[in-house]
């Protein structure tokens, strides 16, 4: 246990430089290659379907990213600015947790590079919920190490509880991580944990921050509950996912250390008091393995394990290895070609990937259909004739399509995951414009099928029956 006598001076100029060349190179590559699908949807759903809540998340997200939008139109680099600063964050915190360990001035560098090559780093170049919630994670385990640590207040737990509820606002995941960190306390120790009345105030105001978002839940048959049925559908497999979460520690040293980390934690002397959180950290894993969880669930479980190999390896004068710094510089050039360092001249003559490595260029393939497609689709729709397009909606197979479409500013429906709950078209739309890949989907309904681009858009035209009848069977997942 540490106290403020013992506890090592925080190295602030190394782990702050590597936090700046971090944060530099997200921003210098943030207004590359242009919107990523989910980022178009959470501009879309903020901007004009604002609400508590909605099928696949909470509303933080949806909202953050309609008022940076609104406020710098159109700019990637304000759109992206919270995930770099959640990036920044995350390093520092690591390092901040290798201190509360006992880790020197070695020790937190060392943790704050582990997290800055790890693909947390390389998923913040998007602004998303995955993206964003991982700091949270990552503050609320400093909070309880600080606290298990000193003890000598108990006010970081409270803190911890106002972090869970900004986390419930990004994603519903992180109850699962307090179940199990609340149980190992209860197996290994400390139990008073259990007992200090701040963590249940901390709890209480999560809940009570979270109520319009559960009433909106509530009021929309659980909604979320059904995501579970499409993660499972995007499932790599046990295989994959393991594969996948663990590489996302970082190709070369994070691996390594992530899994160092969980070792130390669970047996070393020196680590006793924060077993508890090894335990919780492989119990998560587990279950989100056999649970069909996506690789980047593991992401806000890094830091813990990342401090603990960090603390350990300074001990045994890791640094003075002959390996050690030729690794670190793999590792961070492994980490700096996942990125979107190239130019859009060059994207398209490079592989998405070469092996186990992810190339940067990948970000492309996810952004640059975006304007294209949303751009085809709303020159179609204004290449209609008048007195055709005043009584046409444009329908999306997919919700990817259809926030593409909808941020050209053209009227935008889709049976699709949250597009559904946004409402059918008004019933003086009797023509469709179909984006997707099967007009069957809508063809029953409409009396005539006009190809404008073959296998992706048709004209659905002479409605037969009303919206509302028919709009009940058009939700997909």
Same mark, same amino acid.
């Given at each position: ?95 901040? +947790? ?17 997290? !800055? ?35 000598? &207040? ?11 509820? =900004? ?14 960190? #609340?149980? &190992? ?7 008073? #944990?259990?007992?200090?009345? !701040? ?35 995007? &499932? ?14 970082? +190709? ?6 992530? #899994? ?7 047996? &070393? ?5 924060? $077993? ?58 492994? !980490? ?10 060059? =994207? ?21 259909? =975006? ?17 055709? $397009?005043?009584?046409? !909606? ?84």
């Amino acid at each position: 246990m540490t106290t403020s006598e013992t506890l090592p001076r925080f190295a602030r100029l190394p782990v702050l430089a590597i936090a700046a060349v971090a944060g530099g190179l997200l921003l210098w590559t943030s207004t590359r290659y242009g919107h990523g699908f989910d980022e178009t949807y959470f501009v879309m759903a903020g901007r004009n379907h604002p609400a508590w809540g909605y099928f696949d998340q909470p509303p933080l997200v949806p909202m953050l990213a309609a008022g940076l939008d609104r406020l710098f139109p159109g700019s990637l680099l304000a759109l992206r600015l919270p995930v770099t600063l959640a990036a920044v964050g995350g390093i520092v915190l690591t390092a901040l +947790i290798a201190r509360e360990l006992g880790g020197r001035r070695g020790a937190q560098a060392m943790a704050a590079a582990f997290y !800055a090559m790890s693909g947390t780093i390389t998923i913040s170049h998007w602004l998303a919920t995955y993206s964003l919630d991982p700091v949270l994670w990552t503050l609320v385990a400093w909070l309880l190490v600080r606290w298990v640590r000193r003890r000598d &207040s108990d006010r970081p737990l409270f803190w911890a509880g106002v972090v869970t509820a =900004v986390s419930l606002e990004v994603k519903f995941l992180i109850p699962a991580f307090w179940v199990l960190v #609340l149980l &190992s306390a209860l197996l290994l120790g400390p139990r008073e #944990l259990l007992r200090r009345p !701040a963590l249940w105030q901390g709890a209480l105001a999560a809940v009570a921050a979270t109520v319009p978002t559960l009433v909106w839940q509530a009021r929309h048959d659980w909604a979320y509950t059904r995501m579970s049925q499409v993660v499972a559908a995007e &499932s790599p497999g046990y295989w994959g996912f393991l594969r996948d979460g663990l590489l996302s520690a970082g +190709i070369g040293v994070g691996v390594l250390a992530f #899994l160092f980390g969980l070792w130390s934690l669970l047996r &070393s002397p020196r680590l006793r008091d924060c $077993r508890f959180l090894g335990l919780a950290t492989v119990a998560a894993i587990v279950a989100f393995l056999l649970l069909q969880g996506r690789a980047n669930y593991v992401f806000g479980l890094f830091a813990v394990p990342f401090a603990a190999a960090a603390t350990e390896l300074a001990r045994y004068r890791f640094a003075r290895w002959k390996f050690v710094w030729p690794a670190f510089a793999l590792s961070a050039v492994t !980490a700096l070609v996942a990125l979107p360092v190239y130019p859009l001249s060059t =994207v398209d003559k490079l592989p998405t990937s070469w092996g186990p490595f992810t190339i940067g260029a990948a970000f492309a393939q996810g952004e640059r259909p =975006v304007e294209q497609l949303g751009q085809l689709i709303a020159g179609s729709y204004a290449s209609l004739p008048p007195e055709v $397009r005043a009584h046409t !909606a444009v329908y999306a197979e997919i919700y990817p399509f259809a926030s593409a479409a909808e941020y050209q500013g053209i009227p935008v429906y889709s049976g699709h995951r949250a597009y559904w709950y946004f409402g059918p078209p008004p019933e003086d739309v009797d023509n469709v414009l179909f984006a997707g890949f099967d007009p069957k989907l809508l063809s029953p309904y409409f009396s005539r099928t006009t190809t404008l681009v073959d296998g992706l858009m048709w004209l659905e035209t002479g409605r037969t029956k009303p919206w509302a009848q028919f709009w009940p069977t058009l939700r997909t997942q």
